[in-house]
């Protein structure tokens, strides 16, 4: 009997473009490539494609031994936006779609810089010149606490600006570990109704905490809205408009060691890494010596 198949019967191929980034470029076959699955397959799907398909170094960086879910530390984003802000693994691909595969841990331990006070200043220096470049000229300069009080500070200075305005948002947890939803726990402290608002911040991270001041600011009745930071994670979901270094390292800001420290010893420690260990890790991660012999006993008391 000969079977007639409709249409609707058929099965069609899609494309999607796959792209591998940092530690996970030399672990897959190519770092950039072209996949066909199913129309309709989710990011599920692909996954176990990629375990068909993929080197077992790779598959051991990128999956949990499980092999049911990503690692923890792996962010994906399709067509740049994090698969959290979509249907997670259950988000279905399209024909052309581009999924990029990010770890926020390299190489199963972090990396950082660790800028002290008088690199930042100039960070901060140089941003500043990028605005005015620009011709932007904002009549608010908006603080995204805590990091951004600082850049804002100083952006108000270089820019001969005094209206600095604070936010808060709620998103960090600990170190390379995020909420899924950062909220605004602290509004604008000032109307900027028909104002033109520079946003400042000291990193553009996973980008969801600027994206909620963004949105905040605009529902606020601000005429005009851009982005500064100094730093900027190319798996960010947004772009600032002005940033000075491009990093997929961790940043250890000067104004926040101590609480870095704290939560990077209270892993280490937890995992059986002596404390003479720890300070190596902690010197090599680029902490200044006497700032580390400083604080270290703090921390240290405070963890016991």
């Not at 077992?56 to 740049?80: C, T, W």
């Not at 005094?162 to 000032?190: C, D």
């Not at 870095?260 to 209270?266: G, H, P």
């Not at 902690?282 to 604080?295: N, P, Q, R």
Request: charged residues 30%; glycine residues 6%; contains cysteine.
């Amino acid at each position: 009997m000969m079977m007639i198949c409709t249409s609707s019967d058929l099965v069609m191929d899609v494309k999607v473009k796959l792209r591998f980034m940092a530690v996970l470029k030399p672990l897959a076959k190519n770092p950039v490539y072209e996949l066909e699955i199913e129309e309709g397959a989710t990011l599920s799907v692909l996954l176990k494609k990629l375990i068909q398909e993929e080197r077992k170094e790779l598959l051991a960086r990128l999956l949990d031994p499980s092999e049911a879910s990503l690692q923890s530390d792996i962010l994906v984003l399709i067509n740049g936006i994090e698969i959290s802000a979509l249907e997670g693994l259950n988000t279905k691909l399209r024909d052309g779609d581009e999924v990029v595969f990010l770890p926020t841990v390299h190489g199963g331990s972090l990396e950082f810089v660790a800028p002290w006070w008088d690199e930042f200043y100039f960070k901060i220096l140089r941003l500043a010149d990028l605005i005015e470049a620009s011709g932007f000229k904002p009549d608010i300069i908006v603080g995204v606490a805590r990091g951004g009080w600082i850049v804002a500070r100083l952006l108000s200075d270089f820019l001969d600006n005094p209206n600095v305005v604070n936010v808060k948002v709620e998103f960090y947890r600990g170190v390379a570990e995020t909420m899924e939803e950062p909220k605004i726990s602290q509004p604008l402290s000032a109307s900027v109704k028909g104002c033109k608002v520079l946003i400042a911040d000291d990193v553009a991270d996973t980008g969801k905490s600027l994206e909620v001041v963004k949105r905040h600011v605009e529902e606020k009745g601000a005429s005009e809205v851009k982005i500064a930071t100094v730093y900027y994670k190319p798996w960010s979901i947004i772009k600032p408009d002005f940033y000075v270094d491009e990093t997929t390292c961790w940043v250890i800001f000067p104004h926040e060691v101590k609480e870095t420290m704290t939560k990077l010893l209270t892993r280490w420690l937890s995992e059986g890494i002596s404390v003479e260990e720890a300070k190596e890790k902690l010197l090599k991660s680029g902490i200044k010596l006497e700032v580390l012999e400083a604080l270290l006993p703090k921390v240290l008391s405070k963890l016991s």
